[in-house]
């Protein structure tokens, strides 16, 4: 009897624990994504229309109402990565959601919401934020090595060191940048500026490589539909690449007064991006739209399929590259912490097991994420 009371009381806490982390998740998602674009896409556009917005009122107020649409939802998607990593850490702690170098990770997460949440109410000095970034660092590369050991796939294991390499060229020129400044010393850290583009390209590989690992695009498929949304995807994506390269490179042999106008055009939309992802934009611009493709195709696919790993993405990538916030470096987090736990979200199905019947306690070594 008392087994039996046990029992119902471990399911009724699985049940509100995936209840909560499936809603805070889709509310996060869309949170995240709404301030990516009203907040650092969407507003930054005001230093470029400037002028028009003298001349037409409404452009103004569009512009000032997103900013501020945006300011706030930032502040709500801080709230719901902090609740969804509690949530996570009350899988782990109850052994929902169990995995090698847990004894690692919690304590690790634990301490980097700790020190997020006194750096907002007593702001860090220098020292402060090289503890910050460097505890951010070892926990990055604790779940990357947890995800290495739960998915021995080449382009699986290729994912997760390109990820976590191209967020430490980031973290590598914030740690050094600051370690300098706070010494005092006035010379440039050693290739900081090399490091920090090398990782910037590897987050762009990333994305390409989450299409290989999850999307399950496959031209050996027997069942003609899919194959044929395969080659009308390849075909799209191909025009459009080698459209963008075109505009990007070819046409100076042609005609380089063209090329310098349709570079200027590219170069603000990078811009933008670049304010809001992070890119310095430094290689061609069709490399970076290719990876967005492929990274979309997959979290589409993914977010669909109700697993994790489609919101782990979709958070990992959003977050952009230059990690300024607090609340982008949980981000990355909580979407390694899901990558590492794949699964069902779906809360019904979810009630206390860590996979669904049917699912392996591991994903697919082959190709995870694929069903």
């Not at 998602?29 to 230093?47: P, T």
């Not at 031209?219 to 044929?228: A, D, I, S, Y």
């Not at 075109?246 to 042609?254: H, I, K, N, P, S």
């Amino acid at each position: 009897m008392a087994e039996s009371v046990m029992t119902q009381k471990v399911r009724v806490g699985a049940e509100t624990g995936s209840v909560l982390l499936e809603y805070f998740l889709k509310a996060l998602l869309v949170a995240g994504l709404c301030e990516l674009i009203l907040y650092r896409l969407v507003s930054r556009l005001g230093m470029h229309l400037s002028k028009v917005a003298k001349e037409y009122v409404v452009v103004e107020y569009f512009l000032r109402g997103a900013s501020a649409i945006g300011f706030a939802l930032m502040n709500f998607s801080a709230i719901l990565v902090f609740l969804a990593l509690l949530v996570l850490l009350f899988y782990k702690m109850n052994g929902l959601l169990a995995r090698a170098l847990d004894r690692i990770v919690v304590p690790m997460v634990s301490l980097l919401l700790a020190l997020t949440a006194t750096f907002l109410l007593f702001p860090p000095r220098m020292l402060g934020a090289v503890v910050y970034n460097g505890l951010t660092l070892v926990l990055l590369w604790t779940l990357v090595i947890q995800y290495c050991r739960a998915n021995p796939a080449p382009t699986a294991r290729a994912l997760a060191l390109c990820y976590g390499a191209g967020v430490s060229g980031w973290l590598y020129y914030q740690i050094s940048t600051t370690t300098y400044g706070w010494l005092g010393i006035v010379s440039t850290p050693p290739l900081v500026h090399e490091i920090s583009r090398l990782g910037e390209a590897l987050m762009v590989v990333a994305t390409v490589l989450v299409f290989a690992v999850y999307s399950g695009f496959t031209f050996r498929t027997k069942n003609r539909q899919q194959r044929r949304r395969s080659l009308q995807f390849a075909g799209a994506w191909a025009a459009l690449f080698l459209a963008l390269l075109v505009m990007d490179g070819v046409l100076e042999l042609f005609d380089p007064a063209l090329a310098r106008n349709i570079r200027q055009a590219s170069q603000g939309i990078g811009w933008i991006f670049q304010m809001g992802m992070g890119y310095t934009f430094y290689l061609p611009f069709a490399l970076y739209v290719a990876g967005l493709l492929f990274w979309s195709y997959t979290v589409i696919k993914q977010i669909n399929m109700g697993r994790r790993a489609g919101y782990g993405l979709v958070l990992m990538f959003i977050a952009g590259y230059a990690l300024q916030l607090s609340h982008l470096t949980l981000f990355v987090i909580v979407g390694l912490l899901l990558l590492v736990n794949d699964g069902r979200i779906d809360a019904r199905e979810t009630v206390g097991q860590m996979f669904p019947a049917g699912m392996p306690d591991r994903p697919a070594a082959a190709a995870p994420g694929v069903s």
